[in-house]
């Protein structure tokens, strides 16, 4: 695949992604590779973004024409009050992680609970229908999970967060949206909070951590001998790549997988909403694995 030189003219469309902070996001890097690779006239650009300036701030971007953009921490649950347009998905999750504009409106879309599906089946080719999954963390990513895992027909979730009064509330909007009050969700899967403190030998078929724990910190935030996890792990961090709970997992012979290919898919599903034109995996894929290698250096 032949790589063009990025050109920036009158006619170039501007995607960027909305953060606070915003700096080691890997997004730009993978975004405009593909942009290239498909020879694309856009750019990625991110925009740092404080949460008091933000409804200014996206305001002012319509206006100035801008074609879409990413949403990251803080910033993926304030921007609903915003929108109009947005998918049924995303509504169900209670967060949004990627908007379209067109003629001075947004169409907004949640592509991180498909990336999250993707990642289970492409990169630990395990199934959830049936199975006992549980799933550490409360906040936006820990959100976007927990609704494809009822999307996919789970058998059991259980969801422990530091903060238990999180857990608890995710586990009743889950139960909500399987009564089909709140958008798509199958019914059928059992799901409630627990104690962080109270998961040993709960013995899940998969955990997912969905914290920031292990991101460089050197912990984990579970102990998986004690939990008895049976089948697979898989951790949303990706600095490092193999973080302690992987580590752990990888000494329990357990299937694993870190955090990079839900970034990768949230990202490739975002690209196809904003260009309708399927994402060069392969090339994204690189421009991660490069700019994750370039912060070593
Ligand atoms: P994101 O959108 O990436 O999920 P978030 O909404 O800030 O970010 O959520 C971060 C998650 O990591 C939360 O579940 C948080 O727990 P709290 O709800 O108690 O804040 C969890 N988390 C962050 N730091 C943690 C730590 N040191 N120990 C345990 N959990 C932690």
Redesign the pocket.
């Known amino acids: 695949m032949s790589e063009q030189e990025l050109r920036i003219d009158g006619a170039t469309r501007i995607y960027g992604i909305l953060g606070h902070p915003v700096r080691s996001s890997l997004s730009p890097a993978m975004h405009n590779a593909a942009f290239r690779a498909l020879g694309i006239n856009a750019a990625y650009v991110p925009f740092p973004v404080s949460p008091e300036h933000f409804p200014e701030v996206v305001r002012a971007l319509l206006l100035a024409g801008v074609s879409g953009f990413n949403l990251?921490?803080?910033h993926?649950?304030a921007i609903l009050p915003l929108l109009a347009d947005i998918t049924p998905e995303a509504r169900a999750i209670g967060?949004v992680n990627t908007v379209r504009c067109e003629n001075g409106s947004m169409a907004a879309t949640n592509t991180d609970a498909e990336g999250f599906r993707l990642s289970l089946e492409r990169d630990l080719a395990w199934q959830p229908a049936g199975k006992r999954v549980l799933l550490?963390?409360?906040?936006?990513?820990?959100?976007a999970i927990a609704f494809s895992l009822l999307q996919a027909g789970l058998g059991e979730l259980g969801i422990a967060?530091?903060?238990p009064a999180?857990?608890e509330a995710l586990a009743a909007d889950c139960r909500l949206a399987q009564a089909g009050a709140k958008g798509p969700a199958q019914p059928g899967t059992t799901v409630g909070a627990l104690e962080?403190g109270a998961t040993a030998g709960w013995a899940p078929d998969l955990l997912v951590n969905?914290?920031?724990?292990g991101m460089g910190?050197g912990?984990n935030?579970v102990e998986l001998v004690g939990l008895k996890v049976r089948e697979a792990v898989l951790d949303?961090v990706y600095t490092p790549a193999e973080t302690p709970l992987l580590a752990e997992a990888a000494r329990l012979g357990l299937a694993r997988a870190n955090g990079l290919g839900m970034l990768l898919y949230q990202g490739s599903l975002a690209f196809r909403f904003w260009t309708g034109q399927e994402a060069p995996l392969a090339v994204m894929r690189a421009a991660l694995e490069g700019g994750l290698e370039a912060r070593k250096g």
């Open positions: 990251t921490v803080p993926k649950i967060a550490l963390g409360a906040g936006g990513a820990a959100r967060n530091r903060t999180r857990a962080l969905a914290t920031s724990v910190d912990k935030p949303i």
